[in-house]
T-cell receptor, first 114, second 115 residues
């Protein structure tokens, strides 16, 4: 069965520091992978997605993620975190054509210290 | 960008009552809508998928008579939690997609607390 694991429930970084949020998936075929961000009181916003092609994916707000098939991972990175990046981040894997059915990880809550 | 409005943001109700949550696409036609549920510190779990004018498709383990979904128009889907009980207390979030557009747009969610 498909599943997504985000090992880190909560991460705290200093503003300006680099960030990496981990995501591991279990999926039988080529996965469609997504990262979403959820700020308080707002809906989920798509940061980036991977369907095929270049395994390093650029997203909005300066985020990027790298698909590593050998490690079944799709970690999210940002070289320099801003205070406004504090939010909850969800990794998701899509089945049956991509967006038809998303399976989410439990989320990682990011706190940013000034 | 496209906007999905979800209402109410939070609701508190007594056990045994029914609660309706609305999800509206404000500037596009949502041919497909999805309803998710999230327990604290857990994943968003897909509950059901609804296509406009059709019956919703429920995920395994989700009671269709408990969670009534109506998607009667291209801009509105509703989730009704019938005879709510404290264990139904959760965060419910909808998302919508226009046609074959790959992008999903999410509502801001509804926090339901059943006393």
């Amino acid at each position: 069965a498909q599943s997504v694991t985000q090992p880190d429930i909560h991460i705290t970084v200093s503003e300006g520091a680099s960030l990496e949020l981990r995501c591991n998936y279990s999926y039988g075929a080529t996965p469609y992978l997504f990262w979403y961000v959820q700020s308080p009181g707002q809906g989920l916003q798509l940061l980036l997605k991977y369907f095929s092609g270049d395994t390093l994916v650029q997203g909005i707000k300066g985020f990027e993620a790298e698909f590593k098939r050998s490690q079944s991972s799709f970690n999210l990175r940002k070289p320099s975190v801003h205070w406004s990046d504090a939010a909850e981040y969800f990794c998701a894997v899509g089945s049956f054509g991509g967006y038809n059915k998303l399976i989410f990880g439990a989320g990682t809550r990011l706190a940013v210290h000034p | 960008g496209a906007v999905v409005s979800q209402h109410p943001s939070w609701v508190i109700c007594k056990s045994g009552t029914s609660v309706k949550i609305e999800c509206r696409s404000l500037d596009f036609q949502a041919t497909t809508m999805f309803w998710y549920r999230q327990f604290p510190k857990q994943s968003l779990m897909l509950m059901a998928t609804s296509n406009e004018g059709s019956k919703a498709t429920y995920e395994q383990g989700v009671e269709k008579d408990k969670f009534l979904i109506n998607h009667a128009s291209l801009t509105l889907s509703t989730l009704t939690v019938t005879s709510a009980h404290p264990e139904d207390s959760s965060f419910y979030i909808c998302s919508a997609r226009e046609g074959s557009n790959e992008k999903l747009f999410f509502g801001s969610g509804t926090q339901l607390s059943v006393l």
